[in-house]
Nanobody
Framework: QVQLVESGGGLVQPGGSLRLSCAAS????????MSWVRQAPGKGLEWVSD????????YYADSVKGRFTISRDNAKNTLYLQMNSLKPEDTALYYC?????WGRGEYDYWGQGTQVTVSS
C-alpha cells in the first residue's frame, strides 16, 4: 500500500535550517508530482512547494520562495525540503503529499506529518 513517512522536523532557532525527508513506498514514485503542505497551529492547510515527477521543475509559495528548496531522489524514493532562514511563522506540521493531478493540487495520499517549531 502507499506510504509516505516524513522525518527531520524539530525545534530550531530563527534563522536556522532543517531538512525534511519523505520516504515513499508502495507506488512508482518517479511517476508522480509530489508536494509539501503545512498546517500552522489553529490555521488551515497551506501549500508550500511542488516538484514534478522528474525533479526538473519546482514551484514555491511566495512565503517560502528563496528560503526553501524542494528536491527528490527517485532512486531512493525520497522527497526532501531544505528549509533555510527559518522564521517563527514557519512553525507548522509539515506533510508530504502525492499529487495525482500533475501539479493541480489534487492529493490522494498524505504522510503523518513532521513538526517544525521555530522559536528562540
Amino acid at each position: 500500500q502507499v506510504q509516505l513517512v516524513e522525518s527531520g522536523g524539530g525545534l530550531v532557532q530563527p534563522g536556522g535550517s532543517l531538512r525534511l525527508s519523505c520516504a515513499a513506498s508502495g507506488f512508482t514514485f518517479s511517476n508522480y508530482y509530489m508536494s509539501w503542505v503545512r498546517q500552522a497551529p489553529g490555521k488551515g492547510l497551506e501549500w508550500v512547494s511542488d516538484i514534478n515527477s522528474g525533479g526538473g521543475n519546482t514551484y514555491y509559495a511566495d512565503s517560502v520562495k528563496g528560503r526553501f528548496t524542494i528536491s527528490r531522489d527517485n532512486a531512493k524514493n525520497t522527497l526532501y525540503l531544505q528549509m533555510n532562514s527559518l522564521k517563527p511563522e514557519d512553525t507548522a506540521l509539515y506533510y508530504c503529499a502525492r499529487d495525482q493531478s500533475w501539479g493541480r493540487g489534487e492529493y490522494d495520499y498524505w504522510g503523518q506529518g513532521t513538526q517544525v517549531t521555530v522559536s528562540s
